[in-house]
């Protein structure tokens, strides 16, 4: 396994996550780019598992797993939600904590 | 070998990465995210993670990505979003990427290249997972019966009000 | 032994009126004005005979301590009494005063509704004088000094309903308040240079100061003097001061707390420097002669005793000036009498008038009030200085000291001499002769006062009948006063002239100012005009020191106050907005930014501990 390949992996994958959530409007592409920014943590952690041998990191790796499907869950129910009072999902006009 | 398919693996998962985050339809965005997964299932394949590369692709690309799909479609939320890059973007996606490399070439400072792999088996896993870490795994159920309920409620009482 | 009886006799003699003071001031609305008037006088009458029987026993002096305050430094402070010839002169005039005039003061006071607390400031005031007198220090006499100055304020102020009374009253603390300053500053000096303050050692030491110091000392003193004793510029107070009730005109500012600045003098006669005595006759020349010809204007029966009282203290400030110590105070003994004499006898007349006060309006009075015209005729004549009264023996000693001293003083004050026998039988004229000028519906019937008013001035023209003899230059044996005196304070050596040509221009002097006063109160009683105003003198000092004050307020208050302090205070808040208003502009509500700043934020984070590690 290569290291430095995983490693820069993970961090192109973590920008290309990072950058689709400060750039998108649309907060679909957001939470799917807060996913990218998750497997790309995931994928650290896998190598650095076979690093020391270890699979705990991969039992790691499993539980992160799980609370990323929670949370994505969660996060399109507050989608839906907004939906409903807004119309939209375009971050656009959600300006309420202005002042 | 295996450099040459984690080679492929990368330009599988970087290319779709890039296709999600600049596709303008959110379907677009969603299958490319699941192109992505299989990518990041293989690479654990390669690193002999067999377990865990099925269990993301299930969870991920199954679960996930399919619920995704869901609220569009149910919500109708397929509409295209307009061509016009935000100004922002070229500038932040260097910014991010250079710092991110920056700390790669940092962690990296030292430390040896190439490790071998051995492949875990699912058993091992099992072991591991149901002795030493069952109390997270228990608790893991709680945190899902929370999502859900968390869920329900909110979205249920925006319907009571309806009717 | 003596020190023992002393020691009692001094606990009373302070003690009496103070207690009296505070019991008055107890049962003031229980007591009539009779009973709060008995017990005043008697204590203040006890302590007069408490303080000749000092005299008798004691006649070489004695000195009582009587508290220990504090240790400055090297220096000792504390509270003593030291009684010796000059204190004891002082302490028996003021108490033998203050008696007559209390007791004066029951008839004249009879029917004002708050006329008990008028005994208790008066016994107040009394305790504060002799504290002055007996003092064995400049920091005793300092306090003393404040607490006349207190009492003379409320006493001003008596009749406070009426608005230019609190007017009077504040003027006369605040121009006193001046030369409490100066006192301040020479009582600062000793202390500053751990030097003792008690008057012998104070006299002793002060030669050994440095030439500025001793110049320092000595202009505070002269200060305070030109304070209390209506000297100098420091003068607009006391015509004002007559806005008080006569009895405190006659005690306050005739014969007691205006001489508290001749008493002065004398103490620290030792410490004034060669060319600070010429300004001390200085002054009190121009003032003696500034007073005397004010008084030849004045409409008001008290306005008139005022600035003559003003004129008389400038005599005695000169003598003072000129090293004639003990003519000064044989001086201030007869005209405490006489003054006082002729303060109650106006007083006499304004309560027989129904509280008329304007000489326009008097006239032809001796008829109605016989007892209080002779009385008071005794004290114009005792005032003019004609012999065998006593005026005659203290101005002639006056006139005497100016003559060693030099010739154009010895003019001018024949000068000042002339203006008060003018303005004395101008205003003696205007007053009891000629035709009457009152009408009987808004006075009444003109008529003799009580027995308690009448009483006093009969005492006090006997008084200034015999005191001359005191000390008069007899043949036989030297001047009484004098010898007693001479252990505390020396005179001025001079030459004698013949006693009968100093006899003959005293009796030459009062007929040419009898004469011209005379004219003046039947041919041009309103002469001299403007005099009413002072030409302006009182308005001119204002310029000069209350109205720079003023505007130094108001340019403080509105630059400083509200302008720099205020401004800078509002300044702040509007600078802490205005930053919280810049500030506001982050909060753009938009997700995208919130999540840039955050992201930027974990970076600097991660970075930092990435550099640090």
Known sequence: MNVAGVLVLAAVLASIGMTGVLVRRNLLVMIMGVELILTAANLLMVAAGVMHGQLDMQLLVFFVMMVAAAEAAVGLGLLVLLFRFRDTISTKGLTWLKG | MTDLLFLAFTFFIASSAMAVVMARNPIYSVLNMVVCFLGVGGLYLLWGAPFLAIVHVIVYGGAIMVLFLFVILMMNLNEVSPSKWSKWAPLVSIATGAFSTAGVALALHGWPTHYAVSVVSTKALGWRLFRAYSGPFELSAILFLAAVIGVVTMTRSAEKEQS | ?613
């Open chain 3, 1 to 613: 032994m003596a020190q023992g009886i002393a020691q009692w006799i001094t606990w009373a003699m302070l003690g009496l009126p103070l207690g009296a003071s505070l019991l008055i001031r107890w049962f003031q609305t229980r007591w009539s004005v009779r009973q709060a008037g008995w017990v005043a006088a008697g204590a203040i009458g006890s302590s007069a005979v408490l303080a000749m029987a000092l005299v008798v026993l004691v006649p070489q002096g004695v000195g009582v301590p009587l508290w220990h305050w504090m240790t400055l430094g090297e220096v000792s402070l504390s509270w003593a009494v030291q009684w010796d010839a000059l204190s004891l002169m002082m302490a028996v005039m003021v108490t033998v005063i203050a008696t007559l005039i209390t007791v004066y003061a029951m008839g004249y006071m009879a029917h004002d509704i708050r006329g008990a607390s008028f005994f208790a400031l008066v016994s107040f005031f009394v305790f504060w004088m002799l504290a002055l007198v007996s003092a064995d220090s400049l920091l005793g006499l300092f306090f003393g000094w404040e607490g006349v100055g207190l009492c003379s304020f409320l006493l001003i102020g008596f009749w406070h309903h009426h608005p230019p009374n609190r007017w009077a009253a504040i003027q006369a603390f605040v121009v006193n308040r001046v030369g409490d300053l100066g006192l301040w500053v020479a009582l600062l000096v000793p202390l500053a240079i751990q030097q003792p303050v008690g008057w012998a050692a104070l006299s002793a030491q002060v030669a050994s100061y440095p030439s500025l110091l001793q110049w320092i000392v000595g202009m505070g003193i002269i200060l305070a003097v030109c304070g209390k004793s209506a000297q100098g510029p420091l003068y607009v107070w006391l015509p004002n001061a007559m806005a008080g009730p006569t009895p405190v005109s006659a005690l306050i500012h005739a014969a007691t707390m205006v001489t508290a600045g001749v008493y002065l003098l004398a103490r620290t006669h030792m410490m004034m420097p060669p060319g600070l005595q010429g300004v001390v006759m200085g002054v009190g020349l121009g003032t003696a002669l500034l007073g005397g010809v004010l008084a030849l204007g004045q409409e008001d029966i008290k306005r008139v005793l005022a600035f003559s009282t003003m004129s008389q203290l400038g005599l005695m400030v000169m003598a003072c000036g000129i090293g004639a110590y003990h003519a000064a105070l044989f001086h201030m003994l007869t005209h405490a009498c006489f003054k006082a004499l002729l303060f109650l006898g106006a007083g006499s007349v304004i309560h027989g008038l129904n509280g008329e006060q304007s000489l326009a309006r008097m006239g032809g009075l001796r008829h109605r009030m016989p007892i209080t015209w002779v009385t008071v005729s005794v004290g114009v004549l005792a005032m003019m200085g004609v012999p065998p009264l006593s005026g005659f023996f203290s101005k002639d000693a006056i006139l005497m000291a100016a003559w060693s001293h030099s010739m154009p003083v010895f003019g001018l004050v024949v000068g000042v001499s002339l203006l008060t026998a003018c303005y004395m039988v101008r205003w003696w004229w205007l007053t009891f002769m000629g035709p009457s000028r009152y009408d009987d519906v808004s006075h009444g019937t003109p008529h003799e006062s009580p027995w308690v008013m009448t009483v006093p001035l009969m005492v006090l023209a006997g008084l200034s009948v015999v005191l001359g003899i005191l000390n008069a230059p007899l043949p036989s044996h030297a001047p009484l006063l004098s010898s007693w005196l001479s252990p505390v304070i020396s005179e001025l050596a001079g030459h004698h002239v013949s006693v009968w040509l100093m006899a003959l221009l005293g009796v030459g002097i009062a007929t040419l100012g009898s004469g011209m006063g005379w004219l003046m109160a039947t041919r041009a009683p309103a002469m001299l005009p403007g005099a009413g105003q002072q030409w302006g003198i009182p308005w001119i000092l204002a310029c000069l020191s209350a109205h720079p004050l003023r505007w130094a307020g108001v340019l403080a208050d509105r630059w400083v106050d509200r302008g720099l302090i205020q401004n800078s205070l509002t300044g702040v808040s509007w600078g802490i907005q205005w930053v919280g208003h810049r500030l506001r502009g982050l909060q753009t509500g938009r997700l995208a930014g919130y999540l840039v700043g955050w992201v930027l934020v974990l970076m600097a984070l991660l970075g930092s501990m990435v550099m640090a590690w």
